[in-house]
């Protein structure tokens, strides 16, 4: 049997915002519906999170298309797949509300399955802002019963778009409905199908949360050529019009919002640069000479001017204004200084770095720093470190004291800043400078500006000034990449290469193990237990190691963690990110994780562990009295953890990342897969056999 409803969810690009799209699509409560899943020929991604999303759920089906088509056929082929009664389109990085499927079906059903059934949407900001529909109040006001688009044509004014309504789908089929391709191919399939129906109804109602992207992911922030694809869609528009003797009474309307929509446009800079603002202004004059009305004269309001501007081609007065309008913007005496002092010629050898806050020399830019060493000897690397902590850095390693002159002078010539946690925000970042956040973790627990939902008090424009540095951003598995792009929202390239700071983890030879088991005071015939919760007092090591036996050893973590985590034979942790990165080692994991600790985390640990899952210390004890922690069916999990947590880190990360970032390289070694990686051994399990 037919579904009532098909969603048709086309994607490219949108792996950051897809999970939580279908999660509001699958979650409504109300359940005849199928979705059809669109793959565009997606570059980061999005088709296999469609296919995750299909292997669990009957009711997603994916269409993964060989190339490239563009938003508008992407739509028709996933029409084409259609079965339900009522065809909707969600955008991949927009959500449904709770119930708005059972609302929009209720609707249909009291008003006699109309053709259409338009309903409302809010606009919802990247920082937390929502915004309503400008028109929302026509709803109440002349939404009731059904109706023609001529007989209300107060629904025709609002945003162009083809996700705030449900499409019957014999009426899509008998017209022959479809998407042009380019950009702004919402207009003349808005304009087609609502001229068109008989019987529209609308549903007073939010059902679509329009997600509004601080960069990237939409139109909004497009600029180049494409943006000229508005001429030739609203030239279907009007020749739709012109197509239809019926229609003539809407050749002014559609001229005027036609006009209006060009117009808006033009004023956005991040759409049309500045430079190109003259040609796209005359090329939308040529587009209100074809479709002037005869007879037509402008309104004596602001926006009638801007029209009859562009009728007349006055790119000079309209310039005019448009510099009249500008703010003019006075650069604090602050920032006036530090630009002063550091105007000099940048270095292009010299790399600063730092890690956990001028606090270690540690983590993923030392191992950055080292593989530069050996493959860019040319660079010169510099370290900044607190005053409190230069005891971390070891002799032979420059650096500079944080604060101090020479620590000024090298973020004025520096030509690379690396670095696992934000520069100071009042760094000013001079043009030809590149910063590489590397990161310290796999993000469990809450990030970025998704920290605003759990109470904690975010300076979020401090932490945007942060951000926007940001030219390379470095992840160790897709999951991370979703979370940094969604979190993070700026310009930079996601580097999927892994995390440099393990590639020891995959590279260290037996010997080396015990080496530094030696160093520690072990031998092969000792089980090494690592105890590494996030924070608190935690148990007593004592307790872990009388449980696990008389020859068991239990170590608390320090710099540098990668040799305690080459050392150890089992990790014993709840949320911290070391667990991900242990898992690079294919040894025993166990997660003691009591029901009072659950933190605000991406997703529950204990449904997805590497390992086995204690709930109390007791369990904990029982596990480590028993072994059960190296059985096969723990073995089981935490190759699926590995699967989706170890995806890039292979040995090879620190090298990718120098001759990507400093040699300028794009060609780098490709990621070994999961199964033909060799993973330093555990000396006692060698041991033991």
Not at 170 to 185: I, K, Q, V
Not at 373 to 400: F, K, Q, T
Not at 489 to 494: D, I, N, T, V
Not at 527 to 546: K, S, W
């Amino acid at each position: 049997m037919a579904p009532k409803f098909s969603v048709v969810v086309p994607c490219h690009a949108s792996r950051a915002w897809l999970r939580p799209c279908l999660d509001s699509v699958l979650a409504q409560s109300f359940t005849d519906f199928e979705v059809i899943g669109v793959d565009d020929a997606d570059p980061d991604g999005s088709g296999r999170i469609l296919d995750e999303y299909a292997a669990v759920d009957p009711r997603v089906r994916v269409l993964h298309l060989e190339e490239n088509v563009g938003l508008g056929p992407a739509r028709n082929a996933g029409l084409k797949e259609c079965r339900g009664e009522y065809v909707l389109f969600l955008d991949a990085d927009d959500v449904y509300t709770p119930g708005s499927l059972a609302a929009i079906s209720r609707r249909i059903d009291d008003t006699d399955r109309p053709d259409i059934v338009m309903f409302d949407y809010e606009r919802v900001f990247w920082d937390g802002r929502v915004l309503g529909s400008q028109r929302h109040d026509a709803f109440a006001r002349e939404g009731a019963g059904v109706f023609t688009a001529a007989e209300r044509p107060i629904f025709l004014t609002f945003l162009e778009v083809v996700w705030n309504k449900a499409y019957r789908r014999e009426f899509l089929t008998r017209h022959g409905f479809a998407f042009t391709s380019g950009f702004y191919e919402d207009a003349p399939w808005t304009y087609s199908t609502m001229l068109t129906a008989e019987r529209i109804a609308t549903l007073d109602r939010i059902v679509v949360h329009y997600r509004q992207h601080r960069t990237g992911g939409n139109i909004h922030a497009t600029s180049g050529r494409r943006q000229w694809d508005i001429f030739d869609q609203y030239d279907r528009v009007h020749a739709f019009i012109q197509s239809d003797p019926e229609l003539t009474g809407w050749h002014r309307f559609a001229f005027d919002r036609s006009l209006d929509h060009i117009l808006a446009v033009l004023a956005k800079p991040e759409r049309i640069d500045p430079d190109d603002r003259a040609e796209f202004f005359h090329a939308a004059h040529a587009f209100a000479k074809r479709w002037k009305p005869d007879g037509y004269s402008a309104d004596r309001t602001a926006r009638g001017f801007k029209r009859w501007l562009l009728i007349h081609d006055d790119y000079a007065t309209y310039s005019t204004l448009k510099l009249s309008a500008r703010m003019l913007q006075v650069p604090s005496p602050r920032k006036t200084v530090g630009k002063l002092l550091r105007r000099g010629k940048l270095d292009p050898n010299l790399v600063a770095y730092a890690a956990y806050g001028f606090t270690q020399y540690a983590g993923n830019p030392r191992a950055i720093y080292e593989k530069a060493a050996e493959l860019a000897p040319h660079l010169r690397g510099v370290w900044v470190v607190g005053n409190e902590h230069l005891a971390a850095i070891p002799e032979g390693v420059e650096y500079v004291v944080a604060g101090s002159p020479a620590y000024e002078k090298l973020l004025g010539k520096a030509t690379y800043f690396v670095s696992n946690t934000n520069w100071p925000a009042d760094l000013d970042k001079r043009e030809g400078q590149v910063h590489l956040q590397t990161q310290h973790g796999t993000p469990l627990k809450t990030v970025g500006i998704d920290l605003r939902r759990t109470g904690t008090d975010l300076d979020l424009e401090e932490l945007m000034r942060e951000v926007d540095r940001w030219d390379f951003n470095l992840s160790s598995n897709r999951y991370s990449s979703e979370i940094w792009e969604r979190t993070y929202p700026a310009y930079f390239e996601e580097l999927e290469y892994g995390y440099p700071r393990n590639d020891r983890l995959l590279t260290a030879t037996l010997d080396e193990v015990r080496a530094i088991r030696a160093g520690l005071g072990y031998d092969d015939s000792q089980l090494v237990i690592l105890y590494a919760p996030t924070a608190g007092d935690g148990l007593d090591p004592a307790q872990l190691a009388l449980a696990a036996g008389p020859n068991a050893h239990v170590l608390l973590p320090k710099a540098p963690v990668e040799d305690l985590m080459l050392a150890a034979d089992v990790l014993v942790s709840d949320y911290s990110s070391i667990t991900f990165d242990y898992a690079n080692l294919d040894r025993p994991i166990v997660l003691h994780v009591d029901e009072d600790s659950r933190q605000s985390t991406y997703f529950d640990v204990t449904e997805f562990s590497p390992g086995v899952v204690a709930r109390s210390a007791g369990e904990l004890f029982a596990t480590l009295r028993s072994g059960t922690f190296a059985a096969p069916e723990a073995a089981k999990h935490r190759q699926l953890f590995r699967e989706k947590f170890c995806e890039f880190d292979d040995g090879h990360a620190a090298e990718r990342v120098v001759r990507r970032v400093f040699l300028g390289e794009t060609d780098v070694p490709a990621i070994v897969p999961l199964a033909d990686r060799t993973p330093a051994p555990s000396a006692y399990f060698v041991h033991n056999g």
